[in-house]
Nanobody, 135 residues
Framework: QVQLAESGGGAVQAGGSLRLSCAAS????????MAWFRQARGKEREFVGA????????????SVKGRFTISRDSTLSTSLNKMYLQMDSLKFEDTAVYYC????????????????????????WGQGTQVTVSS
């Protein structure tokens, strides 16, 4: 089992910044891509961005490109890993519950943003953290 726990959400004014964290524990996530999704009230869960197992490759939704940055700490340990989502220039429409997730497939260098944008690509999810942006 893999346990994922998000933190860092909160309320911020438009134009502000927040940094979300996702702590992973349990079975290794070292060979798997990780991702952030979000779900606004009354809407479907949508892809925000993903990061390769090494942290060297990132993928972003067009709506956040240039404003959000994903990174991860990967250690040789099979347990604790962390992933981050730095959110700058926040907009009212960024208001949502943000989830981190682990890809169910071992890292594939041929995957594109479209592959990582699929909810079905992920088998472990955190409980989510609320981000509220006021205009």
């Amino acid at each position: 089992q893999v346990q994922l726990a998000e933190s860092g959400g909160g309320a911020v004014q438009a134009g502000g910044s927040l940094r979300l964290s996702c702590a992973a524990s349990g079975r290794t996530i070292n060979n798997y891509a990780m991702a952030w999704f979000r779900q606004a009230r009354g809407k479907e869960r949508e892809f925000v961005g993903a990061v390769s197992w090494s942290g060297h490759r990132t993928y972003y939704a067009d709506s956040v490109k240039g404003r959000f940055t994903i990174s991860r700490d990967s250690t040789l340990s099979t347990s604790l890993n962390k992933m981050y989502l730095q959110m700058d220039s926040l907009k009212f429409e960024d208001t949502a519950v943000y989830y981190c997730a682990r890809s169910k497939n071992v890292w594939n260098p041929n995957y594109t943003t479209a592959n990582y944008a699929e909810v079905s690509e992920y088998d472990y999810w955190g409980q989510g953290t609320q981000v509220t942006v006021s205009s």
